[in-house]
């Protein structure tokens, strides 16, 4: 017999988070503002599109929200704003470099694409990342 799952209790450990899909609008939003990027590789994280350059995460999204890593002297300007916040995936695990994107830069395909190319410049001044598999085992 099967073992039964109480929806309200938390998922043992060990397993993997429910993530949101992105709204499929923002999904279009964000192919659309990656392609002048041809060097930008996209792939599915958190069950959602991010862009990559030379192996380093450089924008994506998650669920409704849009995230950009910026250098350690952008953040703070970014972070000030409305809205903006740490990208946060799972509680208590932020990715410190990223920041999620406010409504009002989102909203405006002119304030987006200035900070979409803020991430993809930092993004190539990174080291380049070896894929997952060449990594050393630590």
Not at 35 to 42: D, L, R
Not at 71 to 90: V, W, Y
Not at 97 to 117: C, D, M, N, Q, T
């Given at each position: 017999?099967a073992?039964?799952?109480?929806?309200?209790?938390?998922?043992?450990?060990?397993?993997?988070?429910a993530?949101?899909?992105?709204?499929?609008?923002?999904?279009?939003?964000?192919?659309?503002?990656?392609?002048?990027?041809?060097?930008?590789?996209?792939?599915?994280?958190?069950?959602?599109?991010?862009?990559?350059?030379?192996?380093?995460?450089?924008?994506?999204?998650?669920?409704?929200?849009?995230?950009?890593r910026?250098?350690?002297e952008q953040?703070?300007?970014?972070?000030?704003?409305?809205?903006?916040?740490?990208?946060?995936?799972m509680?208590?695990?932020?990715?410190?470099?990223?920041?999620?994107?406010?409504?009002?830069?989102?909203?405006?395909?002119?304030?987006?694409?200035?900070?979409?190319?803020?991430?993809?410049?930092?993004?190539?001044?990174?080291?380049?990342?070896?894929?997952?598999?060449?990594?050393?085992a630590?």
């Amino acid at each position: 017999m099967a073992k039964r799952v109480d929806p309200k209790k938390p998922a043992a450990t060990g397993s993997r988070p429910a993530f949101r899909k992105s709204p499929a609008a923002l999904a279009e939003q964000f192919r659309k503002a990656l392609a002048g990027y041809p060097e930008a590789q996209v792939r599915v994280v958190f069950g959602c599109p991010c862009a990559f350059i030379r192996g380093n995460m450089v924008t994506g999204l998650f669920g409704d929200e849009w995230f950009i890593r910026l250098s350690p002297e952008q953040r703070p300007g970014l972070l000030k704003l409305k809205g903006a916040h740490p990208f946060e995936p799972m509680p208590g695990r932020p990715m410190r470099e990223h920041v999620v994107l406010p409504a009002a830069i989102v909203g405006s395909p002119a304030k987006l694409r200035a900070y979409v190319e803020k991430a993809i410049v930092h993004g190539r001044s990174l080291p380049p990342r070896a894929p997952k598999a060449q990594r050393p085992a630590l």
